[in-house]
T-cell receptor, first 111, second 112 residues
Framework: TQLLEQSPQFLSIQEGENLTVYCNSSSVFSSLQWYRQEPGEGPVLLVT?????EVKKLKRLTFQFGDARKDSSLHITAAQPGDTGLYLC???????????FGQGTELSVKP | NAGVTQTPKFRILKIGQSMTLQCAQDMNHNYMYWYRQDPGMGLKLIYYSVGAGITDKGEVPNGYNVSRSTTEDFPLRLELAAPSQTSVYFCASSYSTNTEAFFGQGTRLTVV
């Protein structure tokens, strides 16, 4: 069974703090995506990582893909209340068509 | 730009009833997906399709069926609704599994 483990499941922090969300699997990904979802909406893509060791930055968000392509992390610097939402990692393990999601991290940033 | 369109947005079903959730995309994507999302949780893959005429089971296919007769449409059928199928259902499409998946607005289904 292919499984994407995401941690932590819940995170409540103060504005200005830093945080890291992790996404792990025992299988090798062909690619890993991070999405953000707001209440009542579908997920929206933040980034796709494909190459082992790859690091991508999106303003205050830094995404890292593990060297072995089995894990990924999302780091947010100086979190803002506008960062509040559900963060989801999603992975594809081969070219067969499946796109599997992790359980999600519910982030709450308090002013 | 329509993107991915799902209908209906809300539905209440009685136990044992059937219904079809509609999904259409206008981006000429080969890959299409159906997910369900329970409160505060991630998305579970129900069925997916890599092109017209090709469908395959995801993580939680029991109680559901799909068809893909055209590139644009990917309907999800519930034959005998059960309370365990109360959830929010999302349809998505993408050019490939390594590219962005575009999601519909979701269908909130309650089975009573």
């Amino acid at each position: 069974t292919q499984l994407l483990e995401q941690s932590p499941q819940f995170l409540s922090i103060q504005e200005g703090e830093n945080l890291t969300v992790y996404c792990n699997s025992s299988s090798v990904f062909s690619s890993l995506q991070w999405y953000r979802q707001e209440p009542g909406e579908g997920p929206v893509l933040l980034v796709t990582v494909v190459t082992g060791g790859e690091v991508k930055k999106l303003k205050r968000l830094t995404f890292q893909f593990g060297d072995a392509r089995k894990d990924s992390s999302l780091h947010i610097t100086a979190a803002q209340p506008g960062d509040t939402g559900l963060y989801l990692c999603a992975g594809s393990y081969n070219q067969g068509g499946k796109l599997i999601f992790g359980q999600g991290t519910e982030l709450s940033v308090k002013p | 730009n329509a993107g991915v369109t799902q209908t209906p947005k809300f539905r209440i079903l009685k136990i044992g009833q059937s219904m079809t959730l509609q999904c259409a995309q206008d981006m000429n994507h080969n890959y299409m997906y159906w997910y369900r999302q329970d409160p505060g949780m991630g998305l579970k893959l129900i069925y997916y399709s890599v092109g017209a005429g090709i469908t395959d089971k995801g993580e939680v296919p029991n109680g559901y069926n799909v068809s893909r007769s055209t590139t644009e449409d990917f309907p999800l059928r519930l034959e005998l609704a059960a309370p365990s199928q109360t959830s929010v259902y999302f349809c998505a499409s993408s050019y490939s599994t390594n590219t962005e998946a575009f999601f519909g607005q979701g269908t909130r289904l309650t089975v009573v």
